[in-house]
Nanobody, 117 residues
Framework: QVQLVESGGGLVQPGGSLKLSCAASGSSLGGNVMNWYRQAPGKERELVASASTTGHKNYADSVKGRFTISRDYAKNTVYLQMNSLKPEDTAVYYC???????????WGQGTQVTVSS
């Protein structure tokens, strides 16, 4: 089992920045990918950014150049630095841990990000 605890959401004005954190605890053997997803009201959950243990990173086209995903392996934490935020970035952001060996997904509780003036 893997437990994920997210933090860092909040209200920010357009053009502002926020940094989300997701701390993982529990069993974490083997390769994995840590992801950030988001879900806006009335929309499906979408993948925002991902970072694997091999170092590969991937971003949704809508956030490329504005968001940066990073991992601190010593702290078992993944971050999402969000800059130049737009109102359309408003959503609940979810941390996801995907264990490659067992194809198992674990989810955090979600953190609200609201971009509004």
């Amino acid at each position: 089992q893997v437990q994920l605890v997210e933090s860092g959401g909040g209200l920010v004005q357009p053009g502002g920045s926020l940094k989300l954190s997701c701390a993982a605890s529990g069993s974490s053997l083997g390769g994995n990918v840590m992801n950030w997803y988001r879900q806006a009201p009335g929309k499906e959950r979408e993948l925002v950014a991902s970072a694997s243990t091999t170092g590969h990173k991937n971003y949704a086209d809508s956030v490329k150049g504005r968001f940066t995903i990073s991992r601190d392996y010593a702290k078992n934490t993944v971050y999402l630095q969000m800059n130049s935020l737009k109102p359309e970035d408003t959503a609940v952001y979810y941390c996801n841990y995907y264990r490659l060996l067992t194809s198992t997904n674990y989810w955090g509780q979600g953190t609200q990000v609201t971009v509004s003036s």
